[in-house]
């Protein structure tokens, strides 16, 4: 049956059954890191997946106007989560005018999403440098030459930037690094989810804050690791 756009309210996806339910008892670790890597290395190991580090970031201006792109995640700690991209790009302004942003993952074929809340800061000079520069060679020179989301009349315009840059480099020169870097994540709340075929779909809630300790009762809300509080949500 071709699908279109007058059926798509028909359409259901078969996600998990009760055999597989994400319960807060299974929980190897209660902060919110560990899970996530954990749920990270199953989707690189799923063939289905070809990105599986591809994350949607959401941003908003200083008016509250809001956007979001696709980005790819560089780098997970326990600090938080790390991706690059063009100091002058609208996301990068976006962050500039207010830091609070929000990221999530959707690995499909597992049923799976995570969402991250939290706050967003340049990460040092010396570190975008250093995975800049481990970059293939054109991604580098790609990247010099775009100055993103900036107006450009045609495609053409950009080919003869990035030939103009590759004319003017020695086969060994090192590529300048742009107005380009790293922003780490500081997440404030990391919401896991796991679908499940009745749509009684599993929510798990890390949050971590000033206050969060102090909701801790034990029935709705449970003290974790490091300073995280855990909850679970209803579908």
Known sequence: MSITADSMSSLRLKYHGKKNILLEKNLKNKEPFSLFREWLEVALQTDEILEANAACLATANKAGVPSNRFVLLKDVTNEGFTFFTNYGSRKAQDIDENPNVAMTLYWCPLRRSV????????????????????????????????????????????????????????????VPMPNWGGYLITPSCVEFWQGQTDRLHDRIRFRKGENTLKEVDNNLVHLGENGWVYERLAP
């Open 115 to 174: 969402r991250i809340e939290g706050v967003a800061t340049k990460i040092p000079h010396e570190l975008s440098a250093a995975y800049f520069h481990q970059r293939p060679r054109a991604s580098q020179i790609g990247a010099l030459a775009s100055e993103q989301s900036q107006r450009i009349p045609s495609r053409k315009h950009l080919d003869e930037i990035e030939a103009k840059i590759k004319e003017n480099l020695k086969p060994d020169e090192q």
